[in-house]
């Protein structure tokens, strides 16, 4: 019954049809903020009723194991190209944050974007469907298609909106994402005719082509040009130069949407596609991934603490945080591949309220520079009050969110890889120290410039007090969310569902 | 010749006689009505070839599907460039019957070229439009870049003319005759004179489609000539080149030489064609080098014929025309008034004359092979023909160009949208209707083929069997 209500089309183009219906409302900046909001908050209520129902779901079987919704439909037969779309828990979850993130964009540039306010939430919303399809789709050259449509909107966002040296970030952003991206495309196209001259069925459909056996070599290859596409979106050192300058250039809308999804993207590819689809060849290069992860999060904590600029140093903690995901999915084993996923979901909801919050005191204070500030607890003790919290959630406090994601990667990696475990352990403390030494300089200590700045207005308060609700509410019951991805994980590790 | 015939042959007739016809109307009183009629001309042309599914095959003219295929899309091309033209050679001076009437007889010889069934016809045929083109790009009597323009594509054309036309006779000399059909029954072993012969007129079409090394003339033709001149060039002669290589390939079908001549073009084109594009300061020029570059896509689908090749570079040139048209389209009407060519000068653009900002930017992503517009499904089915032939090192090399190109794509839309506006300038004039269609239908024939490539594919998979 729900699967003809083609549920998963209208999550993908709902807000596509937001995009276009923003033409008329071009010149009418309080229109579009109005549509922007319908549009977005409609997504993120479908997002929630899926949630609501997806044990109901379930529980109707449909036509692959593990999922809750699928669709499916010819697309470009000439190539084998199919429409497929696939609902599981862990998609589930990501469209959630998906459409949740967009949501707390919007709130956090409702004043910040005065500018052509039709073009920017017209590129919102045909990014929302860009992200929305990556998650949802599970034929390759469809998730490739998606992959690449959802740059050109965040090209545009940190070009025409960003600040600084925006054009440098956003075109070396761009480049470093094609250029792994299309190294992937001739992966797909080659692993495409192997699966065809092996069965003689043309297809890109994800089921078919992980069944393709490879060999070795091959396989190595492959994965290699699929892992160079996820690890500069993760971004996994040494190819995440990309990142500090595309999130300080960016608009705050750009910041969140980028840490909190754009990122996932890269992982949730290196989860859906990469490793079910080369395991020998993921087993080979686990190693490597290791490695990559854990430079990276002891470099970026490094760096992170040298930073003068507060979003700076934000996305350095970002390419920290991703290497756990890294960790728990280069050790794929149910454990740490949970906390991996929670903690790509905490990673959203944490990182994207700190960029909020620094975003909220450039609007007021038109620097991010640490040394400008200081003794705002005693100044604007609202925002205080909230970044500390977030902070204290991205440091991985017992109690809050980022904990339980980073606690279970550990104890997963722990079982596969003492010594990555080991190390990683060292990274966590590390992030302490720099999130300390962000948290005093910039609350705590005596005011160095007189700045006159305002609180918290009630549109504030509200975006800030529903991303606490949720930090805590993912750090003290984390259940539900395990619950909901327990089925795919144990399928993605070899079990049954 | 039969009534059958006629039938087939009538879109050719209608396009010389209409070309004869504007020229005798021009004659009796010039007027602007000139362009409508020929763009009357060209729709009902269009309209028979759809309408009217004849296969006929009479000495030296096959109306076969892919020459019916080939029509359509030139005629399609032409019709566009005539929307183009109508405002633009008005506020340029550009007047007097010459233009409408050169640019019908330029398709009928595309036409012609794309139905032969001998040497000798395709020569002519291509020869025409050739022709055709050295009076179109130099039509701008006043212009000094345009002279120039003309002069390089004149000697440069005639040196190509002459190429051809000596691998045509070496190849009558080796196995008298001059039927496509018959020469591509292969002999056991290839005599020398006949692949001398077939290399030579692959040569004269590397001239056409510019590839490297015979790509000279292109920047400076492109630059000079009036934008809409250029937008058919750049996209129809282009099409009309690609199938007649394509009529050319079976003559050397199973010599490997063929391949491997062809293979060192397509490589030095991709990598000649998208580096020399990064240093470009002026539009023109940029789109120019990009359209060398694009050529060395459509070798690569030629390398891959054996593994269906035939069908990728068709729809990439498709795709390719359709970008090209638009972005000519777009520099037409961005650049008018002043000469307006350097990519600096369009800073701010996109926001000014947001319709024809907004197709160049299309179209942009288009050529650099970003999804969803079509020249990423073009990208794709030339790469996926490319590594079903076993083509992986030129696929990769292709690939990294791809990337070589995004950032000078991007650069002009960096431009468009991302700089300050210095100064403030006079608000952009509104577009006509004509100026309108014809950014408008290449525009959507790009988004289109990006989202729904299935109908073009399944067609082109019919006529090439």
Redesign the interface.
Known sequence: MMADLHLLTVLVFFPLAGCLLMLPAWKCPAAARSLALGVMSGELLLALWLYASWQGLAALKPALPGYLLVEDAP?????GIRYTLGLDGLSLLMVMLTAFSFCIALAVSWRAVGE?VGLFLALLLAMETGIMGVFLALDL?LF??FW??M??PM??LI??WGHGR??YS??KF??FT??GS??M??AI??L??LHARQSGVTTFGLFELIATPLPAGTQLWLFAAFFLAFAIKFPLFPLHTWLPDAHTDAPTAGSVILAGLLLKTGSYGLIRFGYPLFPQAAQTLTPLIYTLAIAGIIYASLVAFAQEDMKRLIAYSSIGHMGYVAIGIAAWEPVALSGSIIQMANHGVTTGALFAMVGMLDERAHTREIGAFGGLWGKIPLWSFFFLIFSMASVGLPGLNNFVGEFLVLAGTFTKAPLAAGLAFVGIVLTLVYMVRLVQEVVFQVERRPLPLADLDRREICVLAVLALLVVWMGVHPAPLLELIHGPVRLLTGGVP | MTKADMMALMPLIILAGGSVLVLLAGAVRPGGYLYGLAITVVVSALAWTIAVPATVVMPGLAITPFARFFAVFLDSAGLVALLMATGYNKRRGIVGEEYPATLLFALAGMGAACAASDLLMLFLGLEAFTFAFYLLVAIERDSVRGGEAGLKYLLNGTLSAAVLAMGIALVYCSRGTLRLSELARQPASLEPLFLAGVCLILVGLAFKLSLVPAHLWTPDVYQGAPAPVTALLSTASKGASVAAVLLILPLMAGWRGGHDILWCLSLATMVCGNLAALVQTSIKRLLAWSSVAQMGYVALAFVALPAGGGRAAIFYVVAYAAAGLASFGAVSILSDGSDRDAIEQYRGLG?RNPLAGAVLAVAL?SLAG???AAG??AK??V??AA??AGE?AL??VG??T??VA??FY?RVV?AL???PVDGAEAAARRLTGSEALALAIPTLVTVVMGV???PL??LL?RIMG
Do not use: N, Q
Not at chain 1, 75 to 79: H, K, L, P, Q, V
């Open positions: 697309w470009i037969s000439a190539f052509k050259a490739y298609l690449e449509v740059l050109i090209f545009f070009g025409i925006r054009i956003t075109v761009f480049l094609m250029f299309l190294l495309l001739l196209i080659a495409h005719l | 926001y992503f970003i999804p969803p990423f499904m794709f089915a790469f996926s590594l079903r992986i696929a990769m690939v990294l791809a990337l995004v950032f991007l960096v949208y991302m700089r729904y490539p299935s594919l399944d998979a």
